[in-house]
């Protein structure tokens, strides 16, 4: 997996989605992840996603127990949302996004 | 100490054990944890599980070439590494060395959001990173319970456990997973559901306020073990266990004799002192001289020129090295030669167990020929008297085995002597001296004997024991028709004994003068009668020779006149006689 998106652009949300390898809770959380911000922050996101098969040096970093865990680096404080984020209120919520539909 | 698991059939394949290299817990464990399978040590809260993991690994790396992988789910590396500091463990240097890593992995319920689902594949991709990246042998994931308070699927997680468990058996490596202790139950969440091999738990239990750390197997598939609550100790040289319960009786015996330090009472003991190597009690109420005692034996060891440790309950050595350079005896040099150790805590300093890992501890580290114990009694404040017991039965063969000789001294509450000593010891030790106050004539006075001395020929009486300015001694009691006298009655008796020996001597000569006289009065008597009874006998004699010799006369005069008749009657030419 590369990155989706990658700029030098400031964003208002810089993500950061740790899986391993291509399982199906890795894809069903990027796939729903992608929905999510294309939904509501197109255009200001930026999702970076580390396969920690391939590096399995940087869970320490983040302190990833959990996979698929989504980080929230931007804005602090960091957040993290684990599991295949299929429940977009949560996902939503735990992101500090103010859902555009109410 | 259990079997080893060598004694079985040599064909057998035998479950592999990974050294811990900590003190005595490989030897409980008859050679340490089972190689390639995880272990679950559990117990409450501070109660040296995260110790005695971390010792594990520290151990493993630097004396048996192991690295090892500490996850730290509770503390941060650095804070690890300051805490055990104190133990000489250098977690840094030894970070720095790749013998071990420290990881630590940090969950806060409040950053952490779960939707849907997920597994625990990123904690097994970092422990897997760092378990190859030092080529790690050990484990510990301390405490991994954490997980159950970070997130919130206990389904998930129970499932992801054990597929932990079975990765980490896959993996090869011996690991420890420490476990906080629960109501009920092992661990709060059941690790030992998943941790089947080999559990350890850890106790620290509080008596009289006073705290004892115990360490427990609770199983060990596959491996004979100790099943007792064994004592350990945290230390400066970090975890000390030990296996001090012996249940066999079989250690060598000396028949070796070693002097008292009293000639009098090595008398008392057959003329040669105790046996070397055996136990030996001396009891006796408040000042009677036992401490006295037990720094003489000290002394005369270190004259032999032998080690001896004196453990002091009561006094601080300094105060004993006063003491006793007041009746003679300078400890001190010993000290200064390196051949006397003196050790002073209160008893209430740890608990008893913690006093028997000390002294095992460090009679281990001396390599003593004696030690001294002044006194058990106040131990018993620290447990009870079945308690104190036991620690001494415990103590006393571990002593015997090493072949030390061991003196104790006790403080007997009451003064009714034939009764036992409150530590209930006396049928433990191989010889009882008892030091008793012999109260009359308004002083006090002590008196020695010798309750009993396993294997010799000793004394039955009641010595005086008395202590001057050059060291003890024992002096007869004077055993009279007034009873038992000691001190000053037994002076006073001593010197109207000599009073009377004296007149007695004189009255004896003047009898003697007295029958010669009498015997002079009876002689001359006797020689009087003698010559009464010969002038008798002469007189006697004399009327029988004169009656001879008037017999003889008149038989010559009658001859003559006859013969003068015949003459005459010649003429007749006729004898009238004829």
């Known amino acids: 997996m590369a990155k989706a998106k990658a700029s030098k652009k400031e964003y208002k949300w810089e993500l950061r989605l740790y899986v391993a390898g291509n399982t199906p809770k890795s894809v069903a959380a990027l796939t729903n992840l992608k929905r999510y911000c294309e939904e509501h922050m197109k255009d200001q996101y930026i999702i970076e996603v580390i396969d920690l098969l391939v590096q399995p040096q940087l869970a320490e970093g983040d302190q990833i127990l959990a996979v698929p865990t989504l980080v929230r680096k931007v804005p602090v404080p960091i957040r993290k949302i684990i599991g295949d984020l299929s429940n977009e209120e949560k996902v939503l919520v735990g992101l500090n996004i103010r859902p555009v539909k109410m | 100490m259990p079997p080893s698991p060598k004694k079985t059939a040599p064909s057998l394949p035998r479950l592999r054990k990974t050294p811990t290299g900590i003190t005595g817990l490989d030897e409980i464990t008859g050679g340490g944890l089972p ?188 491996s004979l073990h100790g099943t007792n609550e064994y004592p350990f100790l945290i230390d400066a040289e970090g975890i000390s266990v030990l296996p001090v319960t012996s249940l066999l009786l079989d250690h060598d015996v000396s028949t070796k004799r070693i002097s008292s330090g009293v000639p009098a009472l090595d008398d008392m003991l057959g003329g040669k002192g105790f046996y070397r190597g055996s136990s030996v009690l001396i009891s006796g109420t408040a000042g009677t001289g036992k401490t006295s005692l037990a720094a003489i034996f000290a002394n005369e060891t270190c004259v032999r020129g032998e080690r001896c440790i004196y453990f002091a309950f009561e006094e601080s050595p300094m105060q004993i090295i006063r003491n006793m350079k007041s009746i003679g005896i300078d400890m001190k040099r010993h000290l200064d030669s390196g051949l006397l150790e003196m050790h002073a805590s209160r008893p209430t300093l740890f608990g008893l167990e913690m006093h028997l890992v000390d002294i095992h501890k460090k009679v281990t580290r001396f390599r003593p020929k004696a030690v001294i114990l002044d006194p058990i009694t106040n131990l018993v404040t620290v447990g009870s008297v079945s308690e104190v017991k036991s620690m001494l039965i415990r103590l006393i063969d571990f002593l015997q085995a090493e072949g030390i000789t061991v003196l104790f001294t006790a403080l007997a509450l009451n003064t009714i002597v034939s009764e036992q000593t409150d530590e209930g010891v006396s049928s433990l030790v191989d010889a009882w001296l008892l030091v008793r ?44 028709p007034d009873g038992v006298l000691t001190g000053s009655a037994r002076d006073a008796q001593q010197i109207s004994e000599a009073t009377g020996r004296i007149l007695r001597t004189h009255a004896l000569s003047q009898k003697d003068v007295e029958i010669g006289r009498k015997r002079k009065v009876l002689e001359s008597k006797v020689a009087s009668l003698h010559a009464e009874f010969e002038s008798l006998q002469d007189e006697l004699n004399r009327s029988y020779i004169e009656e001879d010799l008037r017999k003889e006369v008149m038989e010559q005069n009658r001859r003559e006149q006859t013969a003068g008749r015949q003459h005459k009657n010649t003429g007749n030419g006729k004898s009238k006689s004829k």
């Open chain 2, 35 to 222: 190689t390639g399978r995880p272990s679950l040590i559990c117990g409450a809260a501070g109660c040296g599980k995260t110790l005695l993991s971390l010792e594990f690994i520290v151990r493993g790396a630097t004396a048996y070439d192991e690295p090892g992988v500490f996850v730290a789910f509770e503390e941060k590396a650095e804070e690890l590494a300051l805490n055990v500091a104190s133990l000489g463990f250098d977690l840094l240097k030894l970070q720095k060395e790749k013998k071990i890593r420290v990881d630590y992995v940090h969950i806060d319920r409040s950053e952490i959001e779960e939707t849907g689902e997920y597994d625990l594949d990123g904690l097994f991709i970092r422990l897997g990173y760092a378990i190859d990246s030092i080529g790690a042998k050990r484990v510990v994931l301390d405490t991994i319970e954490n997980l159950f308070t970070g997130l919130s699927n206990q389904a998930i997680l129970r499932a992801e456990l054990r597929r932990l468990f079975g990765w980490l058996k896959e993996k090869g490596v011996t690991a420890i997973i420490t476990g906080e202790r629960g109501d009920g139950s092992l661990t709060r969440q059941g690790l030992e559901e998943y941790v089947s091999d080999c559990v350890i738990l850890l106790d620290n239990r509080i008596a009289n306020q006073i705290s004892t750390r115990l360490l427990r197997i609770v199983k060990y598939r596959g």
């Open chain 2, 437 to 480: 106050d012999i109260e009359s004539n308004g002083e006090r006075n002590r008196g020695l004997y010798i309750m009993k001395s396993r294997g010799m020929k000793h004394s039955n009486q009641v010595r005086e024991f008395v202590i001057t300015d050059e060291g003890l001694d024992l002096v007869d009691v004077y055993l009279g």
